[in-house]
């Protein structure tokens, strides 16, 4: 029992960052039809920046989180749409989903090249010690990534559906044409969504980075959890994309301990197939009709 | 004179030019993992070569030769460590230097062996040097050196009659395991859990528990430094408290640096540190330090004291000759006293493998602490 309360725990914390990250996915794809194949690589590249920004510029750990934030919102989320996704989306789905793919290649070999190949160790902001719950020692440092992933999912659901802003967005995602007429500046809302994107990628790479370590890699496995994580779910809805990503992390934990390690892997994988063949649209996904 | 007599002799002068510097040198490629899932140990295998090699040429070279050493990264891919030695042995080398990881050199050592080319390697599993390539030289333990001491260890210093092995599933990994098992079983202690993990795994909760739910007397890890020191962190975070016992790759100073706190009481053998309380190996130890502006772990070692034997052998042969060389380094047992960069004595036996004394540790408060000095294997 102890044993499983663990697992459970651990599983939610992985399944927490997953849905960071799949969030991100459903938000892009939402609003500017962007499927981001350098998600991972998102969620690796913010570590760096606090890195750098405590190794060159000689910041306090919560200083060059700081930092670290303000340059994924600036990289990640601006740079990103007014460099790679507005020339290309216009050519359509595809060529983004192969530049996007060649981003996440040109961001793994830059950090490779100008930081570091080797993995390195991230500050923690949060204590490393345990609870005792039921005979199970459950760390702190998981109840924290847990708390965090709930908190940021709680402030954008409210931001999208308390504010005007949020309203705006939604109205944006739903119908662009019409939102356009309303007099809704699409434009800045689109930009809107790709800073949450950054931000979120940002939160998932301070709270996995002190357990992953730093390391060029990280984000190989991590976006293609997280791609899969939002198809499980629903491409379409943001709590699709939570769901999806905690249920990946707890099976994902559950079949490393019972089963075997080595297939773990390709378990995602196989809730993928079964989910494209007997629910197209995703556990919680609505079932949408495109014209092509 | 004719145009073409001008080129002639032209184009011939510089070839005689080009000529004489090559002879001037000696060519000894560094072959290793600079990036990928081996990087922390190639970049220190590399960066204590390159050291040995600088102060070398710097008091003028081996017999009067500078060395010079091209560097190639593996990328950690057997594939492509094999295209990588074959394109240093295009360009005609003395010796070949590296790779660290097991799985690389087992796929290219042959290709070293047809060239008859001697290859200094950093690998450890235990079958490299048992394939009767007599052109394979080690510069730490293989894992049949290794692993009777760490069983000896748990058995008569834990008294342990239960254990858990948690390894990495490459060719390290399963070596290593392989070897412990049979020596577990010759002590009469069980192995109650045994969990296999992936080369470049990120995730170890799933693990953690496995082997924790073991209750087992120690908890053996044997995994590459940066896996290693995931787990550690994991292990700290479920607050395992079972005695983890490992090699060289639990306590080297990469993944102490890497877990953090979470390293502390971690124990085991370790053939190489630069901890050992060695003065010629502390002396390293600085030196290294003051270059590279970090501590290395036991790979720099394995570089630095890898060009510094083939020196001596190269010397005490009085010739630059290959196969004279594979032949004079088995059966070679360098001391200090000869040769001040092999900082500890060494021998090496007829299949390569590496003899010298050896240290149990265990870290605390941040850093290595060798807690007895083990003695060469064979007298």
Partial sequence: ?292 | MKPWIRTALAAALAVGAATATAQQTVNMPIVIELSGAGAVSGTNFRDGAVLAIDEINARGGILGRKIVAPQSDTQSNPGVSRAQVQKAIDGNPYVILGPVFSGSVKVNMILAQQAEVPQITGAEAADITQAGNPYIFRTSFGQQMSMPKIANYIRDGLKAKTVAVLWVNNDFGKGGRDTFIKEMAARNIKVVADVSTESGQVDFAADVVKVKGANADAIFVYTNEEESARFLREARKQGVKTPLIGETTLLGQKVIELAGEAANGVRGHVGLTVDAPVAPVLAFRERFFKRYNYLPDHNGLKGYTGVYAVKHATEKIGKFDRKLLAKTMHGLTITPEQEPGILMEATWDANGDIDRISFLAEVVDGKQKVVSILPKLRK
């Fill in chain 1, 1 to 292: 029992m102890a044993d499983l309360l663990q697992l459970l725990v651990a599983g939610l914390a992985t399944g927490g960052i997953y849905a960071l990250v799949a969030i991100g996915f459903v938000l892009l794809w939402q609003t500017s039809q962007t499927i981001n194949f350098a998600q991972g690589e998102f969620v690796m590249l913010p570590a760096f920046f606090v890195l750098a920004a405590m190794k060159f510029g000689g910041l306090s750990f919560p200083l060059a989180m700081l930092v670290g934030l303000a340059v994924s919102a600036v990289v990640l989320g601006l740079l990103f749409k007014r460099l790679v996704v507005d020339p290309i989306i216009r050519h359509g789905v595809l060529p983004l989903v192969i530049s996007t793919i060649a981003l996440a290649i040109f961001f793994k070999e830059g950090v490779k090249e100008f930081y570091a190949a080797d993995a390195q160790p991230f500050p923690a902001a949060w204590a490393t010690t345990n609870l005792s719950l039921g005979g199970a020692v459950v760390s702190v440092q998981s109840l924290v990534i847990i708390a965090a992933a709930v908190a940021a999912v709680a402030a954008l659901q409210y931001f999208l559906a308390g504010t005007r802003t949020g309203r705006r967005m939604q109205a944006t995602a739903q119908n662009p044409a019409l939102a356009r007429v309303l007099g809704i500046p699409v434009e800045r809302m689109i930009l809107y969504t790709f800073l949450i994107n950054a931000a979120l990628v940002a939160l998932a790479s301070f709270l996995v980075s002190p357990i992953y370590l730093a390391k060029f890699t990280n984000g190989e496995t991590l976006g293609l959890v997280a791609f899969v994580a939002a198809i499980v779910g629903g491409f379409n809805q943001v709590r699709g994309a939570i769901v999806g990503g905690l249920l990946l992390g707890v099976v994902d934990n559950f079949v490393a301990a019972y089963w075997s390690a080595q297939y773990r892997a390709a378990i995602p994988l196989f809730l993928l197939i079964a989910v494209i063949l007997f629910r197209p649209q995703g556990l919680l996904g609505r079932a949408e009709e495109r014209t092509v």
